[in-house]
């Protein structure tokens, strides 16, 4: 508990202290470090948490309306058992099935009219004749998709027998799954790709705005090591990253382009006007 109420009052410091830097930088630069690392976590939790809420409900819909819609493609009556790769159906040929669900116009340009068609004499070319995703012919399970078509020997496919009783069973099998399996699939991208993201594309920002601050030092007459500008530029990228993860939650883009960089230059800045007030303030315990 003390470390995390030390976090939240070094994080509120270093967003309105510009003074309160000249205590930070008589700490050992891993103290920078130890601090940046629970930042960016605790923004990459929050951020994927309101990821979470607001498109885990859109994507359950969805989801579970394709698994109804699916289900309804079946017909009602239709057996297709396969033996050895030789498959049967209780339907005249070809036997089409049209994709399920309703779509805009922007969907239909992109999808196929047609989920899948049972033709034994059918022909890779006959994809596009019958505008279907899926061609089931003598020998092979035709896929359509870019470039050249996926096939796949139905000499592959263990012996079954499917009827609408089995593939209800089945899609509701899918759904119990899905209950656990969609928040994981939407949580450990999103979590992942975040800490990817600070931990190298903001890493390598930090060490550019260190560069800045190290930089405006000179010109200012407020000369600091570069590590010292490293660090004030770390821990003034905090009103920034707070801001950058606030804005994410509610999808809100601002408008100016390049707002991060001018406000942790900004805070950068203030901070080394206050270390020029005091420069013998500064007794980093670093090794030169």
Same mark, same amino acid.
């Given at each position: 508990?003390?470390?995390i109420?030390?976090?939240?009052?070094?994080?509120?410091?270093?967003?309105?202290?510009p003074?309160?830097?000249?205590?930070i930088? !008589?700490?050992?630069f891993?103290?920078?470090?130890?601090?940046?690392? @629970?930042? $960016?976590?605790?923004?990459?939790i929050? #951020?994927?948490?309101?990821?979470?809420?607001? /498109?885990a409900?859109?994507?359950?819909?969805t989801?579970?309306n394709a698994?109804?819609?699916?289900?309804?493609?079946?017909?009602?009556?239709?057996v297709?058992?396969?033996?050895?790769? $030789?498959? /049967?159906?209780n %339907?005249?040929?070809?036997?089409?099935?049209p994709?399920?669900?309703?779509?805009? /116009?922007a969907?239909?340009?992109?999808?196929?009219?047609?989920?899948?068609v049972?033709d034994?004499?059918g022909?890779?070319?006959?994809?596009?004749k019958?505008?279907?995703?899926?061609?089931?012919?003598? !020998?092979?399970?035709?896929v359509?998709?870019?470039? /050249?078509?996926?096939?796949y020997?139905?000499?592959?496919?263990?012996? #079954?027998t499917?009827?609408?009783? !089995?593939?209800?069973?089945?899609?509701?099998?899918v759904?119990?799954?899905?209950?656990?399996?969609?928040?994981?699939?939407?949580?450990?991208?999103?979590?992942?790709?975040?800490? @990817?993201?600070y931990?190298?594309?903001?890493?390598?920002?930090?060490?550019?705005?260190?560069?800045?601050?190290?930089?405006?030092? %000179?010109?200012?007459?407020?000369?600091?090591?570069y590590r010292?500008?490293f660090?004030?530029?770390?821990h003034?990228?905090?009103?920034?990253?707070?801001?950058?993860t606030? #804005?994410?939650?509610?999808?809100?883009?601002?408008?100016? #382009?390049?707002?991060f960089?001018a406000?942790?230059?900004?805070?950068?800045?203030?901070?080394?006007?206050e270390?020029?007030?005091n420069?013998?303030?500064?007794?980093?315990?670093?090794?030169?």
């Open positions: 508990m003390k470390k109420k030390a976090f939240f009052y070094i994080a509120y410091k270093s967003v309105v202290s003074k309160y830097y000249n205590e930088l !008589k700490t050992p891993e103290f920078s470090l130890k601090y940046y690392a @629970v930042l $960016v976590l605790i923004a990459a929050i #951020t994927t948490a309101g990821t979470y809420f607001i /498109e409900p859109k994507i359950k819909d989801f579970q698994l109804s819609e699916a289900e309804k493609a079946y017909p009602n009556d239709m297709f058992t396969i033996k050895a790769g $030789v498959w /049967e159906v %339907k005249p040929q070809p036997l089409i099935i994709f399920p669900g309703k779509y805009d /116009e969907d239909k340009e992109n999808l196929p009219t047609n989920l899948a049972f034994k004499a022909t890779v070319e006959d994809l596009e019958y505008n279907t995703a899926i061609l089931v012919n003598e !020998k092979n399970l035709l359509k998709k870019a470039g /050249e078509p996926g096939v020997p139905l000499k592959d496919i263990p012996d #079954t499917l009827d609408k009783g !089995k593939v209800a069973g089945a899609i509701g099998d759904r119990k799954v899905s209950g656990w399996a969609l928040p994981l699939i939407l949580i450990i991208p999103v979590f992942a790709g975040l800490m @990817v993201y931990a190298i594309f903001r890493g390598l920002y930090l060490v550019v705005i260190g560069g800045l601050l190290f930089l405006l030092g %000179k010109a200012l007459k407020t000369a600091v090591p010292n500008a660090r004030i530029g770390l003034a990228m905090t009103l920034p990253v707070l801001i950058d606030l #804005t994410s939650l509610v999808s809100l883009q601002l408008p100016i #382009t390049y707002w960089l406000l942790n230059l900004v805070m950068g800045v203030l901070v080394l006007r270390i020029g007030k420069p013998g303030e500064v007794v980093t315990r670093e090794k030169p």
